[in-house]
């Protein structure tokens, strides 16, 4: 795991723990704090979800990127053997 999607998913623990913490610790009735729970739940879902679109998006793209990096680099493999070839054939005559 990158260093920098450990740090995320650590944020991401920390902030519900501080809600969570925040939520219980506050001064209302449990239906009100339930409530609230609930609210945050529905947030928190619906960020998770935004963002694995996202991701799901950008790992498309890269995918795209990589076929066609790929390709390129075996199309000019393809020329350069070709080449080696005809000045094979040209050396033999």
């Given amino acids: 795991m990158k260093k920098g999607s450990r740090f995320a998913l650590g944020a991401a623990i920390g902030a519900v ?3 969570v913490a925040g ?3 506050a001064p209302k009735s449990g239906k009100e704090t339930r409530a ?6 529905l947030e928190m879902k619906k960020e998770a979800a935004e963002k694995a679109g996202d991701l799901k998006k950008r790992t498309a793209e890269l995918g795209e990127t990589t076929k066609k990096r790929t390709d390129d680099i075996l ?3 393809k020329q350069k053997v070709d080449e080696v070839k005809k000045r094979a054939e040209d050396t033999k005559r």
């Fill in 17 to 19: 723990a501080g809600v």
């Fill in 75 to 77: 199309n000019q493999a």
């Fill in 36 to 41: 609230d729970i609930k609210q945050k739940a």
């Fill in 23 to 25: 939520l219980l610790a």
